[in-house]
T-cell receptor, first 112, second 114 residues
Framework: GEDVEQSLFLSVREGDSSVINCTYT??????LYWYKQEPGAGLQLLTYIFSNMDMKQDQRLTVLLNKKDKHLSLRIADTQTGDSAIYFCAETFSGGYQKVTFGTGTKLQVIP | SQTIHQWPATLVQPVGSPLSLECTVE??????LYWYRQAAGRGLQLLFYSVGIGQISSEVPQNLSASRPQDRQFILSSKKLLLSDSGFYLC?????????????FGPGTRLTVT
C-alpha cells in the first residue's frame, strides 16, 4: 500500500540548515517531489527527483533519496524566515492516472 | 503559461445549504484535474479526480460530488453541507511529462460551515 510519513514539526534558527525527512512504503514510485505551502495558500512545487537518482541540488535546496531505505530528505541551506511553511513530500507511480500520494506535511518554523 | 483559478476564496455557509466551488485552468489542454480537502492546515485528502470531460472518479464516499462540464473546468458541489465539510479545498491539475506527473495547485477556498 501507499503510505508517506513525515515528522510534524521542525524549528531552526535563521541561517542554519534545515533537513526535512520523509519515508514512504511503496518501492514502485517513479518520481518523488517536494511541495511548499505557505499559510492560507495552495501548494507550490519546489523540486522533484527521479527514483533512479540519489541526489539533486537546486540552489539552496538539496534532495537526497535513499531508495533502499525508502527515505527522502530535503535540505534547505541558509534557512530564511521566508522558508517558514509546511513542506510536503509526494510520490507518483508508473501507469495509472497520475495519482500523487502526499505525505502528512512538516511545519518548518524559522526563528529570527 | 498555465494558471489555475479557484473561487470563491472564502465561503461561510450554514449547515444544510448547497455548495458550489469552481476551478478553471488556463494555458493547457486535456489536463487531469483534482479536488483535495485539507483539514486544519495539515495533510491532503484526495476527494475526486478527472481524466477528461464528464469523467469523474471519487476517492472518498461522502456527500460531495464533482463535475467536469468543460475540458478546463472542475466543479465541486454538495446538496446539503455538513459541519464536517469545513476545510480548505484545493484544486489541482497535472499533465504527464515523460513519466513525471507533478501537480499544480490553485490558491484554495476556505469553507466554514456554521
Amino acid at each position: 500500500g501507499e503510505d508517506v510519513e513525515q515528522s510534524l514539526f521542525l524549528s531552526v534558527r535563521e541561517g542554519d540548515s534545515s533537513v526535512i525527512n520523509c519515508t514512504y512504503t511503496d518501492s514502485s514510485s517513479t518520481y518523488l517531489y517536494w511541495y511548499k505551502q505557505e499559510p492560507g495558500a495552495g501548494l507550490q512545487l519546489l523540486t522533484y527527483i527521479f527514483s533512479n537518482m540519489d541526489m539533486k541540488q537546486d540552489q539552496r535546496l538539496t534532495v537526497l533519496l535513499n531508495k533502499k531505505d525508502k527515505h527522502l530528505s530535503l535540505r534547505i541551506a541558509d534557512t530564511q524566515t521566508g522558508d517558514s511553511a509546511i513542506y510536503f513530500c509526494a510520490e507518483t507511480f508508473s501507469g495509472g492516472y497520475q495519482k500523487v500520494t502526499f505525505g502528512t506535511g512538516t511545519k518548518l518554523q524559522v526563528i529570527p | 503559461s498555465q494558471t489555475i483559478h479557484q473561487w470563491p476564496a472564502t465561503l461561510v455557509q450554514p449547515v444544510g445549504s448547497p455548495l458550489s466551488l469552481e476551478c478553471t485552468v488556463e494555458g493547457t489542454s486535456n489536463p487531469n484535474l483534482y479536488w483535495y480537502r485539507q483539514a486544519a492546515g495539515r495533510g491532503l485528502q484526495l476527494l475526486f479526480y478527472s481524466v477528461g470531460i464528464g469523467q469523474i472518479s471519487s476517492e472518498v464516499p461522502q456527500n460531495l460530488s464533482a463535475s467536469r462540464p468543460q475540458d478546463r473546468q472542475f466543479i465541486l458541489s454538495s446538496k446539503k453541507l455538513l459541519l464536517s465539510d469545513s476545510g480548505f479545498y484545493l484544486c489541482a491539475w497535472s499533465v504527464r511529462t515523460g513519466g513525471r506527473a507533478e501537480q499544480y495547485f490553485g490558491p484554495g477556498t476556505r469553507l466554514t460551515v456554521t
